[in-house]
């Protein structure tokens, strides 16, 4: 199994509060990813990640931003958490410079309540 | 709207069947298909998956059809087992841009 934590693994959080998910990695992996997980739409790509530093918006960015200053954190921030954003988070990781082919190995998931 | 559709939220099978699961797609220009399984709790885990120069991929007891023209991919399960019981994921890239686009998932229940 690929080296992929997600924490924390369960929070239940205020509309309005801010909210940061952590993704740790110890593969070396280049390309991280979050993902929200909802009844009828399957995985929806929020953002990614091709390096450090390096990322970009996915389908379903808004009122999401994230973060990655090492190699091995992925961090996703909902600075104000609406109910919309009850979900369950998935971060994934693929290794190779030819990403497009390349298999996503997943975390466990982080469910996410907003009342 | 959804490039990536699986039509079946769920699909009932008896142990030692064939399970088919179906999935169909409207962009053109995916060209790289994927199947993830996903149990209750878990993340999702890379299956199969089949590239659109060809029509068939086969490991074990799971083996992808591709028909282009149709722009319909299927998964087999051969066998089906109990362990096969969980979410199956269909996903679709367009190799020239980057983003992996999933279905909706479909639930696979194998009966003993």
């Known amino acids: 199994d690929a080296g992929i934590t997600q924490s924390p693994r369960h929070k239940v959080t205020e509309t309005g509060t801010p909210v940061t998910l952590r993704c740790h990695q110890t593969?070396?992996?280049?390309?991280m990813y979050w993902y929200r997980q909802d009844p009828g739409h399957g995985l929806r790509l929020i953002h990614y990640?091709?390096?450090?530093?390096?990322?970009d918006k996915g389908e379903v960015s808004d009122g999401y931003s994230v973060s990655r200053s090492k190699t091995e954190d992925f961090l996703l921030t909902l600075e104000s958490a609406t109910s919309s954003q009850t979900s369950v988070y998935f971060c994934?990781?693929?290794?190779?410079?030819?990403?497009?082919?390349?298999?996503?190995?997943f975390g466990p998931g982080t469910r996410l309540t907003v009342l | 709207d959804q490039q990536v559709k699986q039509n079946s939220p769920s699909l009932s099978v008896q142990e030692g069947r064939i399970s088919i699961l179906n999935c169909d797609y409207t962009?053109?220009?995916?060209?790289?298909f994927l199947w993830y399984k996903k149990y209750p709790a878990e993340g999702p885990t890379f299956l199969i998956s089949?590239?659109?120069?060809?029509d068939k991929n086969e490991d074990g007891r799971f083996t992808v059809f591709l028909n282009k023209s149709a722009k319909h991919l299927s998964l087999h399960i051969v066998p089906s087992q109990p362990g096969d019981s969980a979410v199956y994921f269909c996903?679709?890239?367009?190799?020239?841009?980057?983003?992996?686009?999933f279905g909706a998932g479909t639930r696979l229940f194998v009966k003993a």
């Open positions: 994934a990781i693929s290794e190779s410079e030819r990403e497009a082919t390349d298999t996503q190995y």
């Open positions: 593969e070396n992996h280049r390309y």
């Open positions: 990640s091709y390096g450090v530093k390096d990322t």
């Open positions: 962009n053109s220009m995916f060209d790289y």
């Open positions: 089949i590239s659109s120069i060809k």
């Open positions: 996903a679709a890239i367009d190799t020239g841009g980057f983003k992996t686009i």
